[in-house]
């Protein structure tokens, strides 16, 4: 380590370090403007130039390595004449229509400029050169009157982002920023993520949402309430109303990297759909019941009392007159740890019952349920970080990885750009992502067992297997092994229509390149097989000894912000939090002898079979929170005909739904900014959601409204806890006393505190007494089953094929600028603005044949379960015979077109094939 002196003080400089890092590592400061930590070094500005013993001249510290012996002055009369000289001379090229006032989010060029007294009045620039607003990209204002050319932002895009939006063209004096080509942002594929606006430090690039917004008041750091990637962001507020959103490079997850939603999709925590007050159908004011085959009627707006009055009454009759399992519970993974425990309490103790479930069953049970089988627990194996650090190779199925799980895509390109992992993806669809990848193995959908055994087939026949690691660590590898004699490549090829040759090269890399990591989301979940495709996949990483190492394991892909949270705190029909069965005496006494009361002793239902049950009366009352399944669900004609058959709903949301057109008390509840509490990511890592707005209107906390509906049943006679009961009660003071409960009851959590999460610790369960610390790559030493399980799958056809009355195969999912159902994104203006309507992805063929020839054209999809209308988008991302369709859109219900053909174990719809025929309106 190379010693110098900077200042006078002997300052210890890491190998290949600056100046200016070895500087800032001992706590001087030094001026920058093109450079950044997290950037390639410039040295295009100047203004961070020292004096260097020996050295005639001033040298720029960005780019010049520190070496031992060096003296170095950082600040002296010189330096302060040519710093002053390099910013009026980047102040002659710079205006700015509106200049700041001191301390009023002053960009970085104008700070330094009133550091070193230079005069921005007389040293700006006196007109504009550019127009002022020069792109109309909805999220990002650009001002090229400002640019200082010190591509920050080229390199921002290039090096975190991996999109290579930005470059410079012209030259001398007319050299400018450019997109493209000289294009719009968006022509330029630009994905709106505002990392060139994060990284500019003059405010050419600045948010167009929060123009002129001003400075915050309070700056809260939380967590995103998007997709299971988990980012840190920071709130800016003033007056109880979020200006902006903010990166912070010390976040956990992502730095500064942020998507578009999580950077501009926060303004629907404002928007007026907000629900401010509790309502209740007019029938149940006048004390009576819904007649069969009556209307629920009007709402009418009450007070807290009342509605939870009426709320608490109807369950409990309900559960009275036909028993505890005649209630369900669905519970989200849209709100936080501690709100998802409540509701599993209040299933289990208050009503009875173990009918709870979320949208992970519709997401991924399979994932859950496979991995379960295999290895003996169902979570991600690895750690994003140390995939996207030390992966050799990525192998990623049935993952749109840099739409749905944008930060981490953003990560596996840069994997592949600035580190060289090698990069196979295997999807139907044309995706982003297969634009960086050595090889793009486009299989047919639903034949991912055929594909995955026909290239572990190979990587036997070449003797590619781990022999140590199987013999070591798993069971079961003859009955598996002699399986994999039906799969060879010619038989595999038919069926997948993946060319032989690419089953080779395939192979042939998972074979000798580790370690190797496997990610996957709802393109493997999402179908009849579901849990045999999890558990193919993890053959294949155990076949390969890929487990237990950095850059390795099995890597589901969670879709929504607390997935991975709600399944750990027992929002499932099956177990209790941390996965503890609730047909295990053991662990029912134990949480009869905390929660006081008698447990029921049988699984409940799935939400897959809650909802058809309400049809038949078998469920007569439901308790929701934040979901909305007739958006969700697949066959959503059915589900509508279902719940309207429902004696009772309670729904407790932030905004109207498709649900709540069903529901008979409605209760507000609070976004993500108006909360405490934690998420778990898809990592399993656990992390502080923190209060940044006062509720709107009279919505109150979810988990108190939890509480106050759990002490009213009680109250009613359902159940009274015994007397001692340590949990038995439902008063807390707040989110981390309701952690701390959790903690006592999930073993995985035990060492997880708001206290522990608040110092800034990493904790990825099992944080307990045999990982105090946490644990970010399970699986080191020992399986959680002990010996891994090789199991023996084999290719099964979809339920519904493509013929001559439905020639088509549809395919469903997210896209870049929505989430979910839409409930937020449709109400984020940006965001809506980019993209407005449903568009289906169809190829170019098909839309010869059908006669659609521009855009935009709208179409008629149907299948034999209903139709929906939307707008044809062209494009080769999909191959001939079939088409791709997001649900984001009440408008275009794409879930009234697909089939209820569920998984026999994990009963996960099929959500990714269906047969359906397109119409030309």
């Given at each position: 380590m190379p010693k110098l002196t900077i200042n006078g003080t002997l300052v210890e400089a890491p190998e290949g370090a600056t100046i200016l890092e070895a500087a800032r590592q001992a706590g001087i400061t030094i001026p920058t403007l093109c450079h950044h930590p997290d950037l390639t070094p410039f040295g295009g500005c100047r203004l961070c130039v020292v004096e260097l013993k020996g050295e005639r001249r001033p040298v720029a510290s960005c780019t010049l390595a520190a070496a031992d012996g060096?003296?170095?002055?950082?600040?002296?009369?010189?330096?302060?004449?040519?710093?002053?000289?390099?910013?009026?001379?980047?102040?002659?090229?710079?205006?700015?229509?509106?200049?700041?006032?001191?301390?009023?989010?002053?960009?970085?060029?104008?700070?330094?400029?009133?550091?070193?007294?230079?005069?921005?009045?007389?040293?700006?620039?006196?007109?504009?050169?550019?127009?002022?607003?020069?792109?109309?990209?909805?999220?990002?204002?650009?001002?090229?009157?400002?640019?200082?050319?010190?591509?920050?932002?080229v390199r921002a895009c290039a090096e975190v982002q991996g999109r290579f939006v930005w470059g410079l063209q012209g030259r001398g004096m007319d050299t400018q920023l450019a997109a493209g080509l000289g294009e719009t942002m968006l022509a330029a594929r630009c994905e709106s993520c505002g990392a060139c606006v994060a990284y500019c430090p003059t405010g050419a690039l600045?948010?167009?949402?929060?123009?002129?917004?001003?400075?915050?008041?309070?700056?809260?750091?939380?967590?995103?309430?998007?997709?299971?990637?988990?980012?840190?962001?920071?709130?800016?507020?003033?007056?109880?109303?979020?200006?902006?959103?903010?990166?912070?490079?010390?976040?956990?997850?992502?730095?500064?990297?942020?998507?578009?939603?999580?950077?501009?999709?926060?303004?629907?925590?404002?928007?007026?759909?907000?629900?401010?007050?509790?309502?209740?159908?007019?029938?149940?004011?006048?004390?009576?019941?819904?007649?069969?085959?009556?209307?629920?009627?009007?709402?009418?707006?009450?007070?807290?009392?009342?509605?939870?009055?009426?709320?608490?009454?109807?369950?409990?009759?309900?559960?009275?007159?036909?028993?505890?399992?005649?209630a369900g519970v669905l519970t989200s993974a849209k709100c936080t740890n501690e709100e998802n425990y409540l509701m599993n309490k209040f299933a289990r103790q208050v009503l009875g019952t173990n009918n709870i479930d979320h949208c992970a069953r519709l997401c991924h049970s399979s994932t859950v349920t496979g991995l379960a089988a295999s290895l003996g627990s169902g979570a991600m194996t690895n750690s994003m970080d140390d995939i996207a650090g030390q992966a050799r190779l990525i192998f990623v199925t049935g993952s749109n990885t840099t739409e749905q799980h944008p930060v981490f895509g953003t990560m596996l390109r840069q994997a592949v750009l600035r580190r060289g992992a090698k990069l196979i993806v295997a999807d139907p669809r044309k995706i982003d992502l297969t634009e960086f990848a050595a090889l793009h193995l486009r299989m047919k959908p639903g034949t991912d067992i055929a594909m995955l055994n026909g290239l572990m087939h190979l990587i036997l026949q070449n003797g590619w297997e781990d022999r140590d690691f199987i013999a070591a660590r798993t069971e079961g590898f003859e009955e598996f092994a002699e399986n994999l004699r039906h799969y060879p490549p010619d038989v595999v090829a038919e069926v997948t229509g993946i060319p032989v040759e690419q089953l080779e090269q395939a192979a042939r890399m998972l074979?000798?390149?580790?370690?190797?990591?496997?990610?996957?989301?709802?393109?493997?979940?999402?179908?009849?097989?579901?849990?045999?495709?999890?558990?193919?996949?993890?053959?294949?990483?155990?076949?390969?000894?890929?487990?237990?190492?950095?850059?390795?394991?099995?890597?589901?892909?969670?879709?929504?912000?607390?997935?991975?949270?709600?399944?750990?705190?027992?929002?499932?029909?099956?177990?209790?939090?941390?996965?503890?069965?609730?047909?295990?005496?053991?662990?029912?006494?134990?949480?009869?002898?905390?929660?006081?009361?008698?447990?029921?002793?049988?699984?409940?239902?799935?939400?897959?079979?809650?909802?058809?049950?309400?049809?038949?009366?078998?469920?007569?009352?439901?308790?929701?929170?934040?979901?909305?399944?007739?958006?969700?669900?697949?066959?959503?004609?059915?589900?509508?005909?279902?719940?309207?058959?429902?004696?009772?709903?309670?729904?407790?949301?932030?905004?109207?739904?498709?649900?709540?057109?069903?529901?008979?008390?409605?209760?507000?509840?609070?976004?993500?900014?108006?909360?405490?509490?934690?998420?778990?990511?898809?990592?399993?890592?656990?992390?502080?959601?923190?209060q940044a707005l006062q509720p709107v209107g009279e919505a109150r906390q979810d988990w108190q409204i939890t509480c106050e509906l759990a002490r009213r049943v009680l109250a009613l006679g359902r159940c009274e806890a015994a007397p001692g009961a340590p949990f038995g009660g439902w008063n807390y003071a707040g989110p981390a006393e309701i952690m701390e409960e959790i903690a006592a009851l999930a073993p995985s959590y035990a060492g997880i505190s708001h206290a522990r999460l608040a110092a800034g610790e990493r904790l990825q369960w099992p944080v307990d007494e045999a990982h105090p610390n946490g644990t970010p790559i399970l699986h080191t030493r020992a399986f959680t089953r002990g010996k891994a399980l090789f199991a023996v799958t084999g290719h099964i056809p979809p339920a519904e094929r493509p013929d001559e009355a439905y020639p088509f195969l549809l395919n469903t999912g997210r896209v870049l600028y929505h989430w979910h159902g839409g409930e937020l994104t449709r109400r984020a203006q940006g965001l809506l603005e980019v993209y407005p309507r449903s568009l289906v992805e169809i190829n170019p063929d098909d839309a010869a044949v059908l006669g659609i020839e521009g855009e935009p054209q709208a179409v008629r999809v149907t299948s034999r379960r209903g139709s929906m209308q939307a707008w044809a988008w062209v494009t080769d991302r999909v191959p001939a015979g079939m088409i791709y369709a997001n649900f984001h859109f009440p408008e275009s219900p794409t879930n009234a077109l697909t089939i209820a053909a569920l998984d026999p174990v994990a009963k996960i719809p099929e959500y990714k094939v269906c047969a359906v025929k397109v119409e030309k309106v």
């Open positions: 060096m003296v170095v002055r950082t600040e002296s009369p010189l330096l302060r004449r040519e710093r002053r000289k390099v910013l009026a001379l980047l102040l002659s090229a710079y205006y700015d229509a509106r200049p700041q006032a001191p301390g009023e989010n002053e960009n970085e060029l104008i700070r330094w400029a009133r550091l070193y007294r230079v005069s921005i009045s007389r040293a700006m620039r006196p007109r504009p050169r550019y127009p002022i607003d020069s792109d109309p990209n909805p999220f990002i204002r650009v001002d090229l009157n400002r640019c200082i050319l010190c591509t920050r932002c600045e948010s167009r949402l929060s123009l002129g917004a001003g400075a915050a008041e309070t700056q809260v750091r939380t967590t995103c309430a998007y997709c299971g990637v988990g980012c840190g962001l920071v709130l800016n507020v003033r007056e109880n109303r979020i200006l902006r959103v903010t990166s912070t490079p010390d976040a956990p997850v992502n730095g500064m990297r942020l998507c578009v939603k999580g950077r501009y999709g926060y303004d629907f925590v404002h928007h007026p759909d907000r629900l401010t007050r509790p309502m209740v159908r007019a029938y149940l004011l006048e004390g009576r019941e819904r007649r069969p085959g009556e209307a629920r009627g009007d709402w009418v707006a009450v007070d807290w009392e009342t509605a939870l009055r009426i709320s608490a009454e109807r369950l409990a009759q309900i559960t009275a007159r036909y028993g505890p399992d005649s074979g000798t390149l580790r370690p190797g990591a496997v990610i996957w989301a709802m393109g493997i979940t999402q179908h009849i097989v579901g849990v045999q495709n999890v558990q193919t996949l993890a053959n294949l990483q155990l076949l390969l000894g890929n487990f237990g190492v950095a850059g390795g394991g099995v890597n589901p892909l969670r879709g929504q912000n607390n997935v991975q949270g709600a399944c750990d705190m027992g929002g499932l029909p099956n177990v209790y939090p941390a996965y503890q069965p609730v047909t295990s005496e053991a662990s029912r006494s134990k949480f009869e002898a905390a929660w006081g009361t008698a447990l029921n002793p049988k699984n409940g239902l799935a939400v897959t079979e809650m909802i058809p049950a309400a049809e038949t009366g078998r469920i007569r009352a439901l308790y929701i929170l934040g979901e909305d399944p007739v958006l969700s669900d697949p066959d959503s004609n059915h589900v509508r005909r279902c719940l309207e058959a429902l004696e009772f709903m309670v729904l407790q949301e932030i905004f109207p739904s498709e649900t709540s057109l069903y529901a008979d008390v409605i209760l507000p509840g609070v976004s993500f900014a108006e909360k405490d509490g934690t998420f778990t990511n898809t990592e399993r890592r656990v992390q502080l959601v923190r």
